[in-house]
């Protein structure tokens, strides 16, 4: 049994490698978007169903605006660089939601939502944008499916370590160093390194589509006073520090217009 453990841990992880467009970079992810585009819609439409979708208004318009202009960008990066059919299984949808949590994100597959709670810190369309080309750069580079296929190597990784130890009290010591080892060794930089990504994704994306990327780090420093401070160590996070994000958004912006220049982008709303 610990043999068949051990080949399939191995097996999935030389395996199940797709190069991220962006990167060029090699990430773990064994779930096609055959299996989990399906589950990220109907997830979708059950959420929408069971939440007020607010419709016909400006700001609902302008969240549908936004999102066109920003997955219309990331087709126009792809097709440039390689990777023309990149996008045909997306079904892109942009909804506004009355919700006062400060939030907004997309599932794999390109379903969109905002909540009504982040728009005051936006101040604006290129402050959605900010946020827009962020979401939208998660579901470009299969981050849902990655998280999902650590996920299961945790999981593969706790049941060998479980089968291995046969004296209960030492099993015990290895799930709760495993427990708290793994989240914090692995887990949670994974998950940190894919906002980074996606933050750098996203400001490139934003820009073709003709926004300023120098907002961004802006966005962010309101972020960080409407925290008020109140975020755990960023080694505890899911998420890069305000600060680090603001400094990474600032020295990332030439690079974004630059971009945006090779697409005839060379002044921003």
């Not at 299984?89 to 939601?97: I, P, R």
């Not at 580079?141 to 945790?154: E, F, W």
């Not at 793994?182 to 400001?203: K, N």
């Amino acid at each position: 049994m610990k043999r068949i453990v051990l080949i399939l841990t191995l097996f999935l992880a030389v395996s199940a490698c797709k190069v991220n467009p962006f990167t060029g970079q090699k990430t773990l992810n064994f779930y096609p978007n055959s299996q989990i585009f399906p589950m990220a819609f109907a997830q979708y439409d059950q959420f929408l169903g069971e939440n007020k979708v607010v419709e016909g208004t400006s700001e609902a318009h302008m969240i549908t605006r936004v999102g066109q202009r920003i997955s219309s960008a990331a087709e126009r990066w792809l097709a440039a660089n390689g990777y023309p059919g990149y996008l045909n299984d997306y079904k892109w949808e942009y909804n506004l939601v009355k919700d006062e949590t400060v939030n907004a994100w997309c599932m794999p597959g390109g379903k969109i939502v905002f909540y009504t709670g982040i728009l005051p810190i936006c101040q604006g369309e290129t402050g959605v944008a900010v946020v827009m080309g962020h979401e939208v750069a998660h579901a470009l580079a299969d981050h849902g499916a990655q998280r999902m296929s650590a996920g299961t190597l945790q999981q593969i990784g706790a049941v060998a370590g479980n089968i291995a130890i046969q004296d209960p009290e030492k099993r015990n010591m290895f799930n709760q160093a495993y427990g708290v080892g793994s989240q914090l060794g692995v887990m949670l930089p994974f998950s940190r390194s894919h906002e980074t990504e996606a933050d750098r994704i996203g400001l490139q994306i934003m820009a073709i589509a003709g926004y300023d990327p120098y907002e961004a780090a802006e966005l962010w420093k309101r972020m960080k006073a409407q925290s008020g401070g109140q975020a755990p160590p960023e080694f505890m996070s899911t998420h890069p520090s305000n600060d680090t994000r603001i400094n990474n958004l600032t020295a990332w912006a030439p690079e974004a217009a630059a971009e945006a220049a090779k697409f005839g982008v060379t002044s921003f709303k």
